[in-house]
């Protein structure tokens, strides 16, 4: 039983041209192999920005909805960037 299917794509010159690089360097011995390790890597990148969204993003959101008490203004956020600003600026910088 086949466990690829052929699929024919096309590309903008600069992507293909990419491809047939990576291929003519060694780093990859076909076409399909750049394809494949890019679609990975694709796939990588969204299970964490969905892995992040759920663990991060969405508790944060419902303690901001539970706490709404905790949460700063636009003015107040301001104000504790620029101290902190401030603080970092005014530290003397080491090696000088």
Do not use: C
């Not at 993003?57 to 960037?81: F, G, H, I, S, Y």
């Amino acid at each position: 039983m086949r466990n690829s299917q052929p699929l024919t794509i096309t590309l903008p010159l600069e992507m293909a041209q990419m491809v047939k690089d990576k291929v003519a360097s060694g780093e990859y011995a076909t076409e399909s192999e750049v394809i494949r390790d890019g679609l990975r890597t694709l796939a990588a990148r969204d299970a964490a920005v969905e892995r992040w969204l759920r663990e991060e993003v969405v508790p944060t959101m419902q303690d901001a909805r539970a706490r709404p008490e905790k949460l700063l203004t636009a003015e107040q956020l301001r104000r504790n960037l620029s101290e902190h600003i401030n603080a970092i600026a005014a530290k003397p910088r080491s090696g000088t």
